[in-house]
């Protein structure tokens, strides 16, 4: 796949894996592929970069438009809208990440689950909490399954990928073949 290097034994191109922008590019070249593994430098660089990225670009809109206009609401909106809009466009290439990782500690993507679905009761129920206590007592629950299987979650992708080969496929720490 690489062009050997006769200098330097590493393969052309091992230097660019150094790059976090590498491993944000590579999440989004597979948007939607929710099969494989993704080790945890591919997963918390997208994550690092999504973060980092998302903040830039909210204070870039907020000042480029206030300076512009001088209208402080419009700025705060054009920074939220253009930020959503940002973020709409992650929801898929995180979420694929995101199975790809627990693929990689051997565990199945399903599991996010666990934490999406009670954040979304949580969220749903939120307005009638001030109305129905039945309602407020459905929110406080799921607002505490949420948090805790977003802890579990997070641990599974701290700890380190199943060394070989998976039921999702093969290392992706270990060295390609040559053909």
């Known amino acids: 796949m ?3 290097n006769p200098e330097n034994p590493k393969r052309v191109g091992e230097t660019l894996k150094e790059n976090f922008m590498y491993w944000f590019l590579k999440c989004l070249r597979q948007y939607a592929d929710f099969h494989g ?9 997208f994550t690092l970069f999504s973060c980092v990225f998302t903040i830039v670009l909210m204070f870039v809109l907020y000042f480029a438009t206030w300076s512009i206009t001088y209208s402080a609401d419009l700025a705060l909106w054009v920074a939220f809208i253009g930020t959503f809009i940002w973020a709409l466009a992650l929801v898929i290439p995180c979420l694929a990440v995101d199975v790809r990782r627990l693929h990689d500690t051997g565990r199945r993507g399903i599991l996010l689950l666990y934490a999406i679905v009670p954040a979304v ?17 459905l929110n406080i629950l799921a607002s505490i399954i949420a948090l805790i ?7 599974f992708y701290c700890q ?9 496929g093969p290392d992706p720490k270990e060295p390609l073949e040559e053909a």
Do not use: H
């Open 37 to 45: 593994r993704a080790r945890r430098k591919e997963y918390w660089y």
């Open 160 to 168: 380190d990928g199943e060394e070989g080969e998976n039921q999702w």
């Open 121 to 137: 009761i949580s969220s749903v129920t939120s307005p009638a909490a001030y109305v129905s206590t039945l309602a407020l007592w």
């Open 2 to 4: 690489y062009a050997e």
């Open 149 to 155: 299987a977003s802890v579990v979650i997070f641990i």
